[in-house]
């Protein structure tokens, strides 16, 4: 079955950098575009990047433009996402989703990370 | 950018009953529209794509329907387990992907 698992978080100050990482099973991870979408504590989804299946496309949030990047390894099934910059209301639960074939929709889902930013 | 506005933000109502939960678009979406389910500490699930198409495993009692700018999803009668938070989401316009706010389903 369809799995990933988010690692990365954690408490981080304003400004620092951190990277997620989301680790694919249970299906051929190098045919598939995978999102990053987060959700901030007691908030909606938001849509963060998306990252081709074999990386040549890249697309972000407004929120986050120039500030993250997404990246893949196809021969390690592994998706990242660096985020640079950090500030307070990138606060959230991240979650890395696997789209429902070749359409944008989010069909698989992580169990996400939680990233905070404070001092 | 596709603001998406769903109504109402809470929903009362008692197992049995009927839901409807309404999604509107700022500007049309053809039928390029989801639904999706979540619980409280849990990830989304994905219930419905493409404005009507139920996703692998989705019970019946799931449906959803509309195009353009009014969508609906309908759940015909409330399981204890459908109590949740539902959001849609829009791929037609894009970037970026966008969400609704949500609707709570809530037990009356």
């Known amino acids: 079955q369809v799995q990933l698992v988010e690692s990365g978080g954690g408490v981080v100050q304003p400004g620092r950098s951190l990277r997620l990482s989301c680790a694919a099973s249970g299906f051929t991870f190098s045919s598939y575009a995978i999102h990053w979408v987060r959700q901030a504590p007691g908030k909606g989804l938001e849509w963060v990047s998306v990252i081709s299946y074999d990386g040549s496309s890249k697309y972000y949030g407004d929120s986050v433009k120039g500030r993250f990047t997404i990246s893949r390894d196809n021969s390690k099934n592994t998706l990242y996402l660096q985020m640079n910059s950090l500030k307070a209301e990138d606060t959230a639960v991240y979650y890395c989703?696997?789209?429902?074939?070749?359409?944008?929709?989010?069909?698989?889902w992580g169990q996400g990370t939680l990233v905070t930013v404070s001092s | 950018e596709i603001v998406l506005t769903q109504s109402p933000a809470t929903l009362s109502l008692s197992p049995g009953e009927r839901a409807t939960l309404s999604c509107r678009a700022s500007?049309?979406?053809?039928?390029?529209l989801a639904w999706y389910q979540q619980k409280p500490g849990q990830a989304p699930r994905l219930l419905i794509y493409?404005?009507?198409n139920r996703a692998t495993g989705i019970p019946v009692r799931f449906s959803g329907s509309g195009s353009g700018t009014d969508f609906t999803l309908t759940i015909s009668s409330l399981e204890p387990e459908d109590f949740a938070v539902y959001y849609c989401?829009?791929?037609?316009?894009?970037?970026?992907?966008?969400f609704g706010g949500g609707t709570k389903v809530e037990i009356k």
């Open positions: 989401q829009q791929r037609s316009n894009w970037p970026p992907l966008t």
């Open positions: 493409d404005a009507s």
């Open positions: 500007q049309s979406v053809s039928n390029s």
């Open positions: 989703a696997k789209s429902l074939g070749g359409n944008y929709y989010f069909e698989n």
